[in-house]
């Protein structure tokens, strides 16, 4: 990822996708049938209603202060040093490197990073060529709702489909989002080619358990199905443990785990991931990538090396700041007299409006002076997720503290 969730203007986030579109007066000139109903959603329009009213965005998922300095500084000697030119397709040396060390580091995962790391641009960039390569037209993509915005259009892409389970979440606020055991299993069906899987998770903050793992891992072995994962905030989980799919037992052989530098380091705009896992779904994916970017963010990839291998302290640093302006962003939208979801892990907190939450955002901005983003966006079916509203805590402390003053002063 699962990007935002994401990027100021995201396209195709589900709500607002006619699924049945390429017909008609809202038919999109040009645009090929497969990717009819992707235009631009209501993330366009609130950024657009913060620039204009002057609004804290909370909508968007990237930080607004720079990760650590010794990365930005790595980044600058490498263009200065005269690495501006196309790197290696897989990657260069030293952050295929990196990537390996990371993956033995903190997970205990063994890889060669000749054959089993590829460098992309960006974990939706991996997720995209992933699906690109593992799936033929008419595959089924099961994944957990709400979901990253890409994941549909990746699947379109490849003339796939998605197939999904609900995540719940919890009745009076007080857990995690859970999902039901035997709901993942009759998702199943002959066409399932393969289950995508983001955690922690965006947009609910929730980090999926061993038993949870335990029990996808299960179905991926019983229906011999890959599995794709969207690690992109595995360094930010603030209760529990996260815990890779790959480590689990018979996954190894059959997961691409995905991550990247953006949000763990707070340099979103750099667009530096990586896929990793077994020869044959490394190679897969390069061979779509290729063909997408081929390479490119060479001195960001140098830095990234760099990055990778700093201290544990700056990895719990990190993952301790946003832990704060998550507590504080938490207790603000309480004060406001909100029910919020707690989340265990990633950029974002979600609360329970009471009510249809696209109108209460719209209202909100006008009302508060602060952007949020309605969840119904990221679900198949809107209706689950109608009166939850997501909020991102990514920001500076001094930020979140006056969006939450604006938002209790308002009632």
Known sequence: ???????PVACGAVGDVDHDAGTGA???????????????????????????????????GFPDADGPAEVAEAAIAAIR?????????PGIPDLRAAIVEHQARFWGIDLDPDTEVLVTAGATEAIAAALLALCEPGDEVLTFEPFYDSYRAAASMAGATLSVVTLEPPADGDGP???????LGDAVSPRTRLVLLNSPHNPTGKVFDRHELEAIARLCVDHDLLAVTDEVYEHLVYDGEHIPLATLPGMAERTLTISSLGKTFSVTGWKTGWAVGPPALVAATRTAKQYLTFAGGTPFQHAGAVALGLGDEVYERLARELRVKRDHLCAGLEAAGLEVLKPAGTYFANVDCGREGVAFCRELVERAGVVAIPTSVFYDDEEAGRSLVRF????????????????ASAG
Do not use: W
Request: glycine share 8%.
């Open 26 to 60: 809202d038919r999109e000139p040009y645009l090929a049938s497969r990717l009819q109903g992707f235009g631009t959603t209501i993330f366009a329009e609130m950024s657009a209603l913060a620039v204009r009213t002057g609004a804290i965005n909370l909508g968007q």
């Open 177 to 183: 989002y859970a999902f039901d055991l035997d709901a």
């Open 81 to 89: 040093d005269g690495h501006n030119q196309y790197p290696p397709g």
């Open 392 to 407: 991102a805590f990514c920001k500076r402390e001094a930020v979140i503290d006056e969006a939450a003053r604006r938002l």
């Open 1 to 7: 990822m699962t990007t935002d969730p994401a990027t």
